[in-house]
């Protein structure tokens, strides 16, 4: 599956960060572009506080609904 980030787009935000890339670089940064939009989603989703490890265990059952 081709990257959904195109050149001209990618100048643009290089050139807005003030980045200067080889084409190497570049075409690198395309083939993890889809793999990142995915992971900012998912990183943004709210959890509940059990998505998070636990350093005690002292759940009720209203914990593990």
């Known amino acids: 599956m081709p990257p959904t980030l195109t050149d001209p787009a990618l100048d643009y935000l290089l050139a807005a960060a003030g980045l200067t890339l080889t084409e190497a670089q570049k075409a690198d940064l395309k083939t ?3 793999s990142l939009a995915a992971m900012k989603e998912r990183v943004r989703t709210p959890r509940g506080h059990m998505a998070e490890l636990a ?4 759940f009720t059952e209203e914990d593990m609904a």
């Open 32 to 34: 993890i572009h889809d």
């Open 55 to 58: 350093h005690t265990y002292g």
